[in-house]
């Protein structure tokens, strides 16, 4: 069975643009969720979905927004890019909505000049 | 809020030396208790997990011991290897709340021959 793909796995953008980054999930996963990982705040939540349903939110700016596609893959969106929003971001599945196994992707370092 | 709170490193070990990582949590609901490894350039690997108190997570000779009295998720290796150096991370998902985890700072393990 494949893991978690997330692609792409860098990306370099400049202050103000704004990024979009994918996330397929394990097969038969219909939970995913992001993670923000940068060496000052370490890894925090940003968003879980569930059958296309955001179901919990981290505590983030209204720039990163996400969504969740019918065949559960999911994206992530960052508008107006910050030099502090350069980080890892990686994606979780899970199997089911709660109480499951998270399975972790490569994540996308994301450098924003 | 939730969190978690793991001792800072990096810690530096010879090789056979035994290893314990300190792990205090606190949490909203009952939580279910994970560490997590990460070696360079990869996502997050589970370790080990407890999901009530009292159990015992061990995998690949680490062992964590889920203690509600003191609120504590210590992971201990009696000999580690060279391999085993990465960073780990303790984390906490409160049950029949979703798949969202409160990840700790992370504690970066150095492993000398």
């Known amino acids: 069975k494949a893991g978690v793909t997330q692609t792409p796995r860098y990306l370099i953008k400049t202050r103000g643009q704004q990024v979009t980054l994918s996330c397929s999930p394990i097969s038969g996963h219909r939970s995913v969720s992001w993670y923000q990982q940068t060496p000052g705040q370490g890894l925090q939540f940003l968003f879980e979905y569930f059958s296309e349903t955001q179901r919990n939110k981290g505590n983030f700016p209204g720039r990163f927004s996400g969504r969740q596609f019918s065949n559960s893959r999911s994206e992530m969106n960052v508008s107006t890019l910050e030099l502090g929003d350069s980080a890892l971001y990686l994606c979780?599945?899970?199997?089911?909505?709660?109480?499951?196994?998270?399975?972790f992707g490569q994540g996308t370092r994301l450098t924003v000049v | 809020g939730d969190s978690v709170t793991q001792m800072e490193g990096p810690v530096t070990l010879s090789e056979e030396a035994f290893l314990t990582i300190n792990c205090t949590y606190t949490?909203?609901?009952?939580?279910?208790l994970f560490w997590y490894v990460q070696y360079p350039g990869e996502g997050l690997q589970l370790l080990l997990k407890?999901?009530?108190?009292?159990d015992k997570g061990s995998n690949k000779g680490f062992e964590a011991t889920y203690r509600k009295e003191t609120t504590s998720f210590h992971l201990e290796k009696g000999s580690v290897q060279v391999s085993d150096s990465a960073v780990y991370f303790c984390a906490l998902r409160i049950n029949n709340a979703g798949n969202m985890l409160t990840f700790g700072g992370g504690t970066r393990l150095m492993v000398k021959p």
């Open positions: 407890a999901t009530k108190a009292d």
């Open positions: 979780a599945s899970s199997e089911t909505a709660t109480d499951t196994e998270a399975f």
């Open positions: 949490a909203t609901g009952y939580p279910s």
